[in-house]
């Protein structure tokens, strides 16, 4: 089945440490997208790339930085320098002009 | 800048208890209002587009409408398995391709 993986479910970091997240997709669908979820708010766009090899902020993506080396995989990273990772986050592709999302990591700290 | 408030942020219904949930936008040009379901833990499910004001979509016993300011999900004779959080995003020209989001109105309908 076409589709938008996540993995892990759910990961835990300890201080000072750097953690990835995992998004693959099977979808070929060229922009990719990944959003933070906190509880009560909106999804916050952290990075988005439109194309391999390519990718821009979105509006907190301060703590976090992404590769784009091949057009299924859009992997982040929560690095130590972001002090509250706790969030849920959510990666999404576009194809026929829909937002089409994975099923989450939820992200916590030890 | 483009915004998007959604009212409420809850809401409680008894089963067959029909009401609206309300997007309001504020977009430098918009290139589509889109719908959500999210179920918890889980990541968003697509329910529509719409792209012009007067438009209109359905499914099952949802139905989203569209004007110049806001967009209404009207949800008939509820179930609980409708029960989730509702997702109201804008595509602007500001945007690019990115979906700015509201915070969600999160529906419990009761049997």
């Known amino acids: 089945d076409g589709g938008i993986t996540q993995s892990p479910k759910y990961l835990f970091r300890k201080e000072g440490q750097n953690v990835t997240l995992s998004c693959e997709q099977n979808?070929?669908?060229?922009?990719m997208y990944w959003y933070r979820q906190d509880p009560g708010q909106g999804l916050r766009l952290i990075y988005y790339?439109?194309?391999?090899?390519?990718?821009q902020k979105g509006d907190i993506a301060e703590g976090y930085s992404v590769s784009r080396e091949k057009k299924e995989s859009f992997p982040l990273t929560v690095t130590s320098a972001q002090k509250n990772p706790t969030a849920f986050y959510l990666c999404?592709?576009?194809?026929?002009?829909?937002?089409?999302f994975g099923s989450g990591t939820q992200l916590s700290v030890l | 800048e483009d915004q998007v408030t959604q009212s409420p942020e809850a809401l409680r219904l008894q089963e067959g208890e029909s009401s609206s949930l309300n997007c309001s936008y504020t977009?430098?040009?918009?290139?589509?209002l889109f719908w959500y379901r999210q179920d918890p833990g889980k990541g968003p499910e697509f329910l529509f587009t719409?792209?012009?004001a007067g438009e209109e979509k359905e499914k099952e016993r949802l139905k989203a409408t569209l004007t110049k300011k806001e967009s209404f999900l009207h949800i008939t004779a509820p179930k609980p398995e409708d029960s989730a959080t509702y997702l109201c995003?804008?595509?602007?020209?500001?945007?690019?391709?990115?979906?700015?989001f509201g915070k969600g109105t999160t529906l419990s309908v009761s049997s």
């Open positions: 999404a592709s576009i194809g026929g002009k829909k937002l089409f």
């Open positions: 979808l070929n669908h060229d922009a």
């Open positions: 790339s439109q194309i391999v090899n390519d990718f």
């Open positions: 977009v430098s040009g918009l290139r589509g």
């Open positions: 719409l792209y012009s």
């Open positions: 995003a804008v595509r602007s020209n500001q945007a690019g391709t990115a979906l700015i």
